[in-house]
C-alpha cells in the first residue's frame, strides 16, 4: 500500500511516500540534487514499487525546501536532519533495519550523515565528489572521453579534416590537465574520510560511462581513499546512465537494492 506521511524536521514539515510491506527492513531512498522523491523520470518511484513488492517497506522524502516540504533548501550539504528525521520516522512504521540508498549527491550526503541517522547499511551510487560545477564535464570524465577518442583513427581524421571544435577541445584540455584538490578540506577528502570512518556495510554502484561516476572512480585510485577501498564492495554497470534509465539498468539496480535489504 502507498501512502503519503508527514513528519517533522527542525520546526518545517516533510513529506515522504511510504510503500509499506511486510518485512521490517527497509529502504530509505534520499534523492540527490534539487530532485523531488518521485526521481528522474519517475525512476525512484518505480524502483520502491518494485522493492515493496518484495515485501521491504520503502520511504521517499522531500528534503525541506524541495518538492512538497516546507523551509529553505540548504543543499545536500545541510541535509543532515533531513535524513535522521526520515530515519525516525521510518522506524517509527515498525521498520528495524534500514538500508538507506542515494545517488549522485545523496550519496555523499549519506556518507557524512549516516550515522547520527543510525542507518544500518549503505548503497551509494555515483557518489558526488566535484569540487565546483560548471558547463564542462569533471576532468577525470574528460580525460576518458579523450582517451577514447585517440583510440578511435576516425576521430584522427575528424580532426585534420576540420571537424572538430578547437577552441572547445582546448577548453576540454585545459580541464583535463587539472589535479584533484589535496587538501584535507576537499570534498573527495571528506568523501574519502568519511567513508573510512563508516560502520555500516558501504556499497559503491558506479554506472562506468557517468561522468559523476568517473570522477568519483579517479578520485578512488587516490592515495586519501587508501583506507576506503579495502572496506568497501564497489560494482560497475557498463551504462553510461547517471539515473539508470534503461530497462536493464534498471533491473541491475534493483537487483543490487535487494541484495542490501536480505
Known amino acids: 500500500m502507498r501512502k503519503l506521511i508527514e513528519f517533522d524536521c527542525a520546526g518545517e514539515m516533510l513529506v515522504g511516500t511510504l510503500d509499506d510491506a511486510a518485512g521490517t527492513t527497509g529502504l530509505l531512498i534520499v534523492s540527490g540534487g534539487n530532485e523531488i522523491r518521485i526521481g528522474a523520470h519517475r525512476g525512484m518511484a518505480r524502483l520502491a514499487e518494485r522493492v ?3 515485501d521491504h517497506p520503502v520511504l521517499r522524502f522531500d528534503r525541506r525546501g524541495i518538492g512538497d516540504s516546507t523551509g529553505a533548501n540548504g543543499g545536500y550539504e545541510s541535509s543532515a536532519a533531513d535524513i535522521a528525521a ?5 522506524r517509527e512504521t515498525g521498520v528495524e533495519r534500514i538500508v538507506a540508498f542515494g545517488n549522485c549527491d545523496a550519496a555523499t550526503a549519506l556518507a557524512f550523515f549516516h550515522a547520527p541517522a543510525g542507518i544500518d547499511t549503505l548503497l551509494l ?3 558526488w565528489t566535484v569540487e565546483t560545477a560548471d558547463e564542462m564535464p569533471p576532468a577525470a570524465a574528460i580525460r576518458a572521453h579523450y582517451a577514447s577518442k585517440l583510440r578511435n583513427p576516425s576521430e584522427w581524421l575528424r580532426l585534420l579534416r576540420g571537424g572538430v571544435n578547437i577552441a572547445k577541445l582546448l577548453r576540454g584540455l585545459r580541464k583535463a590537465s587539472n589535479k584533484p584538490p589535496q587538501a584535507a578540506t576537499s570534498l573527495s577528502a571528506r568523501l574519502a574520510a568519511a567513508l573510512a570512518q563508516a560502520q555500516a ?6 554506472a562506468t560511462g557517468d561522468n559523476t561516476a568517473i570522477a568519483f572512480a579517479d578520485a578512488l585510485k587516490g592515495p586519501a581513499f587508501d583506507a576506503v577501498r579495502a572496506k568497501v564492495q564497489v560494482e560497475r ?3 553510461a546512465s547517471h539515473s539508470f534509465a534503461r530497462a536493464a539498468d534498471k533491473d541491475w539496480l534493483l537487483e543490487r537494492v535487494l541484495q542490501a535489504l536480505r
Open 125 to 127: 551510487a555515483n557518489p
Open 86 to 90: 526520515a530515519a525516525q520516522a521510518f
Open 201 to 206: 556495510p558501504v556499497t559503491i554502484l558506479l
Open 52 to 54: 515493496a513488492r518484495a
Open 237 to 239: 554497470l557498463d551504462s
